[in-house]
């Protein structure tokens, strides 16, 4: 089975410019979330989707990131506008439903560089 | 707020020898508990897990993991290591009382020299 899509794999930017990632998740997954990994840490939960609809949001930057899954499959995630502390690899992860027993499949991850 | 620490950084070890990697979580209740592990050039998958009964969970690739719960503890072991366990290494806890979102360790970084 097809794994969870990220695109771009890079994206290199100036500080206050807008960027916008893709994640396209395993068919049938219900569940998607969006991670912030800085160099030297491990992931860090922004936003956590259950279908199109908003599960928790609490360590998403709000003035500045937004997220959407308009039709419960695909899902964007965008900075606007970027700072340099923003730099990470945003990860997208799917699973079939929202508990704990349903295993997190990850994607490979997009990483930014903001300048 | 609960928070996932791993110890140890980097881990440098040759082939054949143990491996133990410490995770403590701060306490928070009812939790359940993973090992993550991101080999190079590949995603982040799932190592192991543990949810309740034998605090001894066994993983794939001969990786078992001991929960402590009186320490808040959940140590990776290897018994014999190979040059192919070079990878990073994320320990990651769901505290139940603040939903089912997975908090993770700062990651620890394994080389196997052959």
């Known amino acids: 089975e097809a794994g969870v899509a990220q695109s771009p794999r890079y994206k290199i930017i100036e500080k206050r410019q807008s960027v916008a990632f893709w994640c396209n998740p395993i068919s049938g997954h219900a569940t998607l979330y969006w991670y912030q990994q800085i160099l030297g840490q491990g992931p860090k939960l922004l936003i956590q989707f259950q279908n199109n609809g908003v599960v928790d949001d609490s360590q998403l930057p709000k003035d500045r990131f937004s997220a959407e899954r308009l039709k419960g499959v695909d899902s964007t995630l965008k900075i606007q506008p970027a700072k340099l502390e923003d730099s990470a690899v945003y990860l997208c992860?799917?699973?079939?439903?929202?508990?704990?027993?349903?295993?997190?499949?990850f994607g490979p991850g997009t990483r930014l560089t903001v300048t | 707020a609960q928070s996932v620490s791993q110890h140890n950084h980097h881990v440098i070890l040759s082939e054949a020898a143990s491996l133990e990697l410490g995770c403590n979580y701060s306490y928070g209740g009812t939790v359940n508990l993973f090992w993550y592990v991101q080999y190079p050039g590949q995603h982040l998958q799932l190592l192991l897990k543990?949810?309740?009964?034998?605090?001894l969970v066994k993983g794939i690739k001969g990786f078992e993991a001991e929960f402590i719960k009186s320490k808040f503890s959940f140590n990776l072991r290897k018994p014999s290591v190979q040059w192919s366990d070079t990878a990073e290494y994320f320990c990651a806890v769901i505290f139940k009382a603040a939903g089912n979102k997975l908090t993770f360790g700062g990651g620890t970084r394994v080389l196997v020299k052959p």
């Open positions: 543990y949810f309740s009964g034998d605090p």
């Open positions: 992860a799917s699973s079939l439903g929202q508990g704990a027993q349903y295993e997190q499949y």
